[in-house]
């Protein structure tokens, strides 16, 4: 039998999406432990403050970012704590232009909403080697098996 970390996981939705859903099902099926806020559509300040408490208060062991919930990741101060950031839509939010060492970015070569070539430059621009970037999914919603598998590895990854 093989034995999986627990993780206590912040995660933070995209515009377009409310707390639970298939990802975060996904996580809390295999055991995690998700918080989950909601992110207020109409305000990026308020939604960057829902995120910056909750990381306070929660002290989780990774934080998980959806598109625009990738950029809040992003734009959070983490310390030593590892980020996962799908899709992240960084150019559309936030001040963020790099990520710490050690983020993990998923992102489908089929996404329309945000182009994985935005990914390619935050990669890039923030010295993360190439490996830090798994091409995965069948598109921006990544609820598909592959992708959502890809993102189960990343939360419970060793090296975090």
């Known amino acids: 039998m093989i034995h999986r970390a627990i993780v206590k996981i912040l995660m933070l939705h995209g515009l377009e999406s409310t707390p639970g859903g298939s990802k975060s099902d996904h996580l809390a099926a295999q055991g995690h432990t998700l918080l ?9 300040e308020r939604a960057l403050e829902i995120a910056r408490d909750a990381f306070a208060r929660e002290q989780p062991d990774v934080v998980v970012g959806a598109s625009r919930g990738g950029a809040l990741a992003a ?11 799908i899709a992240p839509a960084w150019r559309r939010f936030g001040s963020a232009r790099t990520v710490k060492p050690g983020t993990w ?3 489908s070569p089929h996404d329309d909403v945000v182009l994985i070539a935005d990914s390619h430059e935050l990669l890039r621009q923030s010295g993360l080697p190439p490996s830090a970037l798994v091409s995965v999914g069948a598109d921006h ?9 890809a ?6 990854a060793p090296h975090r």
Request: zero cysteines; a positive charge; glycine letters at 2%.
């Open 141 to 149: 919603r990544m609820k598909d098996p592959a992708a959502l598998a």
């Open 36 to 44: 989950n806020p909601e992110l207020p559509r109409d305000s990026w």
């Open 75 to 85: 734009n959070l101060v983490v310390g030593t704590t590892p980020l996962v950031l």
């Open 151 to 156: 993102l189960a590895r990343a939360v419970s």
């Open 105 to 107: 970015i998923l992102h």
